[in-house]
């Protein structure tokens, strides 16, 4: 049997057109909405069963690994990327942190009613080659419609299932003493990027959001043959704030290099004019890695091949210490403490 | 970074550090105060202390504009913000100054307060000139630095005709701070407080100039070495006093030399004096109330203070009774000296101000300093 008319009466209007109510209810208009907008992105077999769930093919042998992530940026465009590719990155990444190969992504939208359709459509084909990029497909989703004011334009919570690679066991609970800490390049490129954009600093040049998916780095690292004990990407918060739930999770202290910590003139320069320290400023496209102290020149030599990670740095080491504190020796010469984030990151005064 | 780089490098740390071993003379000690909460965070984050010798002691000052910021005065930030429905626009490290009733503009903002961050006083214009149906308050803080900025932002707005923007202003001055220290009976009578100088303000200095610590050198014999910043500055700054106090000279030097002259910023001086005159008193958090240490709107722009605007009545509120930050601000007490240090007091749950601002003391030997505790 052949459809024998069109579906729907006239297009979706994506130049001009705007999310409204009736784009979530359910009806029509949402099943237009997902296969004139998100399936003709996002398309895929998975996708193209149209029923509820998407029905995957068994994994081979491994544990699963299973990681969700929300994303609530703002501005929703920003140099180096937006919410759309971030979604994606942020998600692969999680799963890639946990020694997981990622292979299959779920994105839930809450959209505002307003949203400008055209907006949305620049969003979703950032998603979606973001995940043709990393080879991820996005198997299913949900979309949601909210009232003007009750939403900020778009939020997209995305689900990736990775499987972990026999071998290969990390968790922040398995930095030892003696241990070294890389990480794979500059420190914190997106924040400053979200920054900049978000309060119109104006910098003469942009400093770009380093947003990316890692698991191609970390299967670099893996077949470097190196003994990594721990991954963790440091988002919010910034490598302090990582390294202090890794160093309590492993019940050990840390001492950092300040001058081995990679940082970007320009972003240590908007930091400097705002009053913020790098080491608390979010990336979305770096990791850590804490591994044995012996193959760490042959981690760095791995990372450093890799295009994610040519600024790779060896930025300190593991030690014992009943206080769990990371501690840095600074360019100057003294000691101080690298504390969790306490609230938001505010600029100073004077 | 071109031109800060220079000033936070370790050899050239290591040489001052060098330097001021062989001039300290071990028979005695040097306790100096940094006035500024910018020297305060500097030393702990960069670990100037641990370049000095044991017989080389810095003392936090008040100078953080956050930590001497009364209840009294956030309350009625606050209350504008949640009774009077303005908008009220302030520098971010006002946000988490604890208040009455257990708020701080964070939560009342959090409370449905139209509450927001700017990083200048242009800003807060630009948002009542983008929002006529709103009034627009401007909650200025801090000490001379912040204080020709907020005299631009009267100025523009009277020039702009908006007759929906004011300024909360609760502007203080250093020299003040500086003599209510001085005056203090554990300096002057008790010598509990033992201080042998002062490094002087750096950002405020580029405004007032050196000429107004003169009197504190002349009339208190302290000698005073206006600083920089940066952590080498401060590292110079000590060497200098260690110099005057081992020859008995009670001077004003300049270490600050590339941004500070005797006089100032002349035409900044004039704009404050234009746009402000001296509150007959003030009330400062650690310091009581201090008289003429503060900054009001003068009545030819009586149209854009929110004070008189809105008809805000101050009603003073005491601390907790445990925290110690006006001992601290005094340089009486250490931050480890407060029973409420680190156990109920810590910067996610401020209950003084000291432990709100990176600058405060408390905060930054917290953040920074913590591991020499245990």
Redesign the interface.
């Known amino acids: 049997m052949t459809d024998s008319r069109k579906p729907y009466i006239r297009p979706l209007d994506i130049k001009h057109g705007h999310v409204d109510m009736a784009h979530g209810s359910g009806g029509r208009a949402m099943a237009q909405l997902i296969e004139e907008l998100f399936a003709k992105y996002l398309g895929n077999e998975y996708l193209a069963q149209g029923d509820d769930g998407a029905l995957l093919p068994a994994t081979e042998k491994g544990k699963l690994v299973m990681a969700t992530d929300c994303h609530v940026v703002s501005p929703l465009f920003f140099p180096g990327g937006d919410i759309g590719c971030l979604s994606v990155h942020g998600t692969i990444n999680d799963v890639a942190m946990m020694g997981a190969q990622p292979l299959w992504l779920a994105a839930g939208f809450i959209l505002e009613e307003g949203f400008k359709l055209a907006d949305l459509a620049r969003i979703v084909q950032s998603m979606a080659s973001a995940a043709k990029e990393a080879g991820v497909p996005i198997v299913t989703g949900d979309t949601k419609v909210v009232e003007r004011g009750k939403g900020d334009g778009v939020f997209i919570t995305t689900t990736g299932v990775g499987v972990v690679a026999p071998g290969m066991e990390l968790s922040g609970n398995k930095a030892r003493p003696g241990d070294v800490i890389l990480v794979s390049g500059t420190l914190g490129d997106h924040g400053m990027a979200i920054m900049a954009e978000r309060?119109s600093?104006g910098f003469d040049s942009p400093i770009v959001s380093d947003t990316a998916a890692l698991h191609g780095l970390i299967a670099a690292m893996r077949a470097s043959g190196a003994e990594i004990h721990v991954l963790r990407d440091p988002t919010r918060g910034g490598l302090a704030t990582t390294l202090n739930e890794i160093a309590k999770q492993s019940g050990v202290g840390m001492m950092l290099q300040e001058?081995a910590l990679p940082v970007h003139?320009a972003v240590?320069?908007a930091c400097?004019f705002?009053?913020l320290d790098p080491l608390y400023v979010a990336n979305e496209g770096k990791l850590v890695a804490i591994c044995a102290e012996n193959d760490a020149e042959k981690l760095l030599a791995a990372m450093q091949a890799h295009p994610l990670g040519v600024n790779a740095a060896i930025v300190g080491r593991v030690h014992e210490d009943a206080?769990h504190?990371v501690?840095m020796t600074?360019?100057?010469?003294?000691?101080?403490?690298v504390?969790w984030l306490?609230?938001e990151q505010?600029?100073?005064?004077? | 970074?071109k031109y800060?780089d220079e000033f936070?490098?370790?050899d050239v740390?290591?040489g001052i550090?060098g330097a001021i071993a062989r001039e300290a003379n071990p028979a005695r000690s040097y306790h100096f105060m940094e006035f500024c909460g910018?020297h305060t965070?500097a030393i702990?984050?960069?670990?100037?202390?641990?370049?000095l010798p044991a017989n080389v002691k810095m003392i936090h000052g008040p100078g953080c504009?956050?930590c001497v910021l009364p209840i009294g005065r956030v309350d009625q930030a606050i209350r504008l913000a949640l009774e009077q429905g303005v908008t009220l626009c302030t520098?971010?490290?006002c946000?988490?100054v604890p208040a009455s009733d257990g708020l701080s503009l964070?939560k009342a903002k959090a409370r449905g307060g139209d509450i927001r961050?700017v990083?200048s006083s242009a800003d807060a214009v630009a948002l009542a000139q983008k929002h006529p149906e709103k009034q627009v308050v401007f909650f200025a803080?801090?000490?001379e630095?912040?204080t020709p900025p907020t005299a631009v932002a009267i100025k523009q707005a009277a020039a702009l005709g908006l007759k929906n923007f004011s300024v909360l202003c609760c502007h203080v001055l250093t020299p003040s701070a500086i003599s209510s220290i001085l005056e203090s009976p554990e300096v002057r009578q008790w010598g509990t407080v033992p201080l042998d100088g002062f490094i002087g303000p750096a950002?405020v200095s580029t405004i007032i100039g050196s000429r107004p610590y003169e009197f504190f050198a002349e009339e208190y014999r302290k000698p005073v070495v206006i600083a920089g910043f940066e952590?080498?500055d401060v590292m110079q700054a000590i060497r200098m006093l260690i110099r005057q106090v081992n020859e008995g000279r009670a001077e004003v030097e300049n270490e600050f030399s590339r941004a500070v002259d005797r006089e100032g910023n002349l035409k900044a001086q004039n704009l404050v004096a234009e746009v402000f005159e001296m509150r007959k008193q003030f009330e400062w958090r650690g310091l009581n109330v201090l008289p003429y240490s503060a900054l009001r709107i003068r009545s030819q722009f009586a149209e854009f203070d929110a004070e008189k605007r809105f008809s805000l009545a101050y009603k003073p509120v005491a601390d907790h009774k445990a925290c110690e930050c006006g001992a601290i601000l005094r340089g009486v007490k250490k931050p480890q000296d407060c029973k409420l240090f680190g156990t109920v007091c810590?910067?996610?749950n401020a209950i003084g101000s000291c432990m709100v601002?990176?600058?405060g003391a408390c905060a930054a030997h917290?953040?920074?300093?913590?591991?020499k505790d245990?």
């Open positions: 309060e600093l001058k003139p240590n320069a400097e705002l009053g206080h504190f501690q600074t360019g100057f010469g003294g000691k101080r403490i504390d306490s609230g505010l600029p100073r005064i004077c | 970074m800060i936070r490098d370790g740390a290591r550090a910018g965070h702990s984050r960069y670990g100037v202390s641990d370049l504009p956050v520098y971010g490290d946000l988490r964070m961050m990083y803080i801090g000490f630095t912040t950002h952590p080498l810590t910067p996610e601002s990176s600058e917290y953040t920074y300093g913590r591991y245990v």
